[in-house]
């Protein structure tokens, strides 16, 4: 069903396992994709995430950037609302809305226009991004994924309106979620996926719109995010049902997603603040995937290329989804690993 096979044992071998002409599939079971679950928007717009920032342009990665951005671009209607949900007989099977599966499409799309070799592909999603992101969403993180994506645009057209208005509603949404107080710094009252997305989007905003007092916050939020997902040598992260006050680790099952958000949040703070120190915990990121975490197993499956799906105190999810997988690229794409080429 892959719409091509990569010779080396890679990370990109596995997405491609994984891929068809439509996009890639959402769920596996070991290495096998099940089709029966079809695809998502969340994935496709990782997988365009992926492709369009690796550093090594081969035909692997274009294969997958151009099926990745064709899926994106279908998802997104002209209000700017989002589908996320398409069976394997490749209809939509969900009423197009502005959760995360908006926000994950505002940042795939923002990170072609920023990172692309392909100017089709960056013409295109430039396009695109300019509808979707003039819709909002209520929920926080939708809105941090979007204004990750805002936030690459910025970056490279420093005029664009549609972006900056994007990341002054973010920004505004920061003042309604407060930080915690005492010793649950938190602006949540608990912890939940992908959780280094707020402090980064906080630093996203803070930097680019000249708010030095948001970026300190994110750079601080961070650092107390760590402090609660580490243990020891290695990360100990939030697993699928959350964390809390007084909740203490280790605790099982955790997620790929969270790794690859921490990876991704210390690499801007690294290069916001030009402190070396935040280079480390993009290493304690990659050695989460190598091995050194709360059980003692690698999150790679080294004959496929695949990345487990979550973490036990006993052993690892044996099956490879699109999620997992992506994860596990992105977060070695921060080392030039030999598993993204």
């Given at each position: 069903?892959?719409?091509?096979?990569?010779k080396?044992?890679?990370g990109m071998?596995h997405?491609?396992?994984?891929?068809?002409?439509?996009g890639i599939f959402?769920h596996?079971?070991?290495?096998h994709p099940?089709?029966?679950?079809?695809?998502c928007?969340?994935?496709n717009?990782?997988l365009?995430?992926?492709t369009?920032?690796?550093?090594?342009?081969?035909?692997?990665?274009?294969?997958?950037?151009?099926v990745?951005?064709r899926?994106?671009?279908d998802?997104?209607?002209?209000?700017?609302l989002?589908?996320?949900?398409?069976s394997?007989?490749r209809?939509?099977?969900?009423?197009?809305a502005?959760?995360?599966?908006?926000?994950?499409?505002?940042?795939?799309l923002?990170?072609a226009?920023a990172?692309s070799?392909?100017?089709?592909?960056r013409?295109?999603c430039?396009?695109a991004f300019?509808?979707?992101a003039?819709?909002?969403?209520?929920?926080?993180r939708?809105?941090?994924?979007?204004?990750?994506?805002?936030g690459?645009?910025?970056?490279v057209?420093?005029?664009?309106l549609?972006?900056r208005?994007?990341l002054?509603?973010?920004t505004?949404?920061f003042?309604?979620h407060p930080?915690g107080?005492?010793?649950?710094k938190?602006?949540?009252?608990?912890?939940?996926?992908?959780?280094a997305?707020?402090?980064e989007?906080?630093?996203?905003?803070?930097?680019?719109?000249g708010?030095?007092?948001?970026?300190a916050r994110?750079v601080?939020l961070?650092?107390?995010?760590?402090?609660?997902?580490t243990?020891e040598?290695?990360l100990?992260?939030?697993?699928?049902?959350g964390r809390?006050?007084?909740?203490?680790?280790?605790?099982?099952?955790?997620?790929?997603?969270e790794v690859?958000?921490?990876a991704?949040?210390a690499?801007?703070?690294a290069?916001?603040?030009?402190?070396?120190?935040?280079e480390?915990?993009v290493?304690?990121?990659?050695n989460?995937?190598?091995?050194?975490?709360d059980?003692?197993?690698?999150?790679?499956?080294l004959?496929t290329?695949?990345g487990?799906?979550?973490?036990?105190?006993?052993?690892?999810?044996?099956?490879?989804?699109?999620?997992?997988?992506l994860?596990?690229?992105?977060?070695m794409?921060h080392r030039?690993?030999?598993?993204l080429v």
């Amino acid at each position: 069903m892959a719409i091509f096979e990569p010779k080396e044992h890679t990370g990109m071998r596995h997405l491609s396992r994984l891929t068809d002409d439509r996009g890639i599939f959402e769920h596996a079971l070991h290495e096998h994709p099940r089709f029966e679950h079809g695809y998502c928007t969340d994935d496709n717009a990782r997988l365009l995430v992926v492709t369009s920032r690796a550093k090594e342009d081969t035909q692997e990665a274009q294969i997958l950037e151009r099926v990745a951005a064709r899926f994106v671009l279908d998802a997104i209607r002209e209000d700017g609302l989002c589908h996320n949900r398409m069976s394997f007989e490749r209809m939509w099977q969900d009423i197009p809305a502005t959760d995360d599966c908006w926000g994950r499409a505002i940042w795939g799309l923002g990170t072609a226009v920023a990172h692309s070799s392909d100017t089709e592909v960056r013409n295109r999603c430039f396009d695109a991004f300019e509808v979707a992101a003039q819709a909002r969403s209520f929920s926080l993180r939708a809105m941090c994924f979007a204004a990750i994506g805002a936030g690459e645009v910025l970056a490279v057209d420093p005029g664009n309106l549609v972006a900056r208005d994007l990341l002054v509603d973010m920004t505004s949404m920061f003042v309604f979620h407060p930080d915690g107080k005492g010793a649950w710094k938190w602006p949540e009252d608990r912890l939940a996926y992908s959780n280094a997305l707020l402090p980064e989007a906080m630093m996203v905003c803070g930097s680019l719109l000249g708010y030095p007092a948001l970026e300190a916050r994110g750079v601080n939020l961070l650092e107390w995010l760590l402090e609660v997902e580490t243990l020891e040598d290695h990360l100990s992260v939030t697993p699928v049902g959350g964390r809390g006050i007084g909740d203490k680790g280790p605790q099982f099952d955790q997620q790929p997603i969270e790794v690859a958000a921490i990876a991704d949040a210390a690499m801007r703070a690294a290069t916001l603040t030009g402190d070396d120190s935040w280079e480390q915990v993009v290493d304690m990121a990659v050695n989460w995937f190598l091995g050194n975490n709360d059980s003692g197993h690698s999150m790679i499956d080294l004959h496929t290329g695949g990345g487990y799906d979550g973490l036990h105190i006993d052993g690892v999810n044996l099956n490879q989804g699109a999620e997992s997988t992506l994860a596990m690229v992105s977060t070695m794409q921060h080392r030039g690993s030999m598993w993204l080429v």
